[in-house]
């Protein structure tokens, strides 16, 4: 049986650097042709970079073609993991991959293989290499990929009812609280806590608003923050080494006074004032360094005006002051 061209499988390959080998001549590396021998309809692609060999295998046969490499001497799996390609320029596959990196001792040598699903379970190849347990269990917590047959596919990092996957594009960086394992007697399983509900300030609580259950797992939360992110002012006091003056930001001297920081900062942009306009202290209460909290007004990223502990009412007020000038009250 003739072996599939890129174009017969249906999916768009990148383009090969110049000089690089074609799919085909690949293909035909002693290193992969024997394990493939028997499996050529399921390699959809080929690529080479640096030395090293990736075939994109069909979801549905990645278990055969992994035990064919068993057999050819890949005894050894190295790593497992997932990919999220929702972000990838260009990217015209499913959006999720599982990564299989495979080691042969006789040959010294190393393939990866890939499995692109965009919900559809993954086969377990547990019952091929041992180690994939872990790595199944981890890849299914961070990223959803269920892979069929595995023998205990649950949560390995994160506890039952956690919400989300953390490693998905779309996870929130801040991160989403969840009460579920600490509060279990108000929260139900998948549930996060409400504000107000811990006896904490509702401020105080970043969560997302509705329930999150089991049957949504296809789809990660947008994470909302309840009445504005709230400052931790336990690290208000916290003075870090990266308080200093630069040469782009002189004024960034936790001794230097408002108005002569303000002074030094007049000609720049609103990002540049705004930092200028922080404690400089970089203790983090806000969420962010100095700089980094000036960013995230400038940019609107967040439009709390209210997060430099240390600066008090002094930062807030130059800080309304400057959002004004720009429009951006």
Known sequence: MAEPTTEQSGKTAAAQPPGARSADEIRRDPLVAAA???????????????????????????????????????????????????????????????????????????????????????????????TANWHERETFDMFGIEFEGHPNLER??????????????????RGIDTGARIYPEV????????????????????????????????TSPIGQIVGGHAPAPE??????????????????DPDMPLPQRMELAVSGDLKTKLFA?????????CGWDCEGYADALARGETKDMTLCVPGEDETEAMVRKLMAAAGKL
């Open 36 to 130: 493939i021998a028997s499996h050529a309809e399921s390699v959809l692609d080929a690529r080479e970079f640096a030395g090293e060999v990736t075939l994109v295998i069909e979801r549905e046969r990645i278990r055969e073609v992994c035990q064919a490499f068993k057999a050819a001497g890949f005894k050894y799996l190295v790593d497992l993991s997932g990919l999220d390609y929702s972000k990838y320029p260009g990217h015209t596959r499913e959006r999720f991959c599982v990564a299989y990196l495979l080691y042969s001792h006789e040959k010294n040598q190393r393939v990866r293989l890939k499995a692109f699903t965009e919900g559809a379970p993954v086969p377990s190849v547990s019952l091929v290499w041992k």
């Open 156 to 173: 390995i990092l994160m506890w039952d009812g956690f919400n989300g996957h953390p490693l998905r594009k779309d996870f929130p960086i």
């Open 187 to 218: 929260f139900p399983e998948g549930g996060g806590p409400k504000a107000g509900s811990t006896g904490k300030d509702v401020k105080d609580v970043n969560v997302y608003k509705e329930n999150w259950d089991r049957d949504r797992y296809g």
């Open 235 to 252: 690290l208000a006091t916290k003075v870090a080494d990266t308080a200093k003056p630069t040469e782009d930001a002189p004024f960034h």
């Open 277 to 285: 306009a922080m404690a400089q202290t970089d203790c983090t209460a």
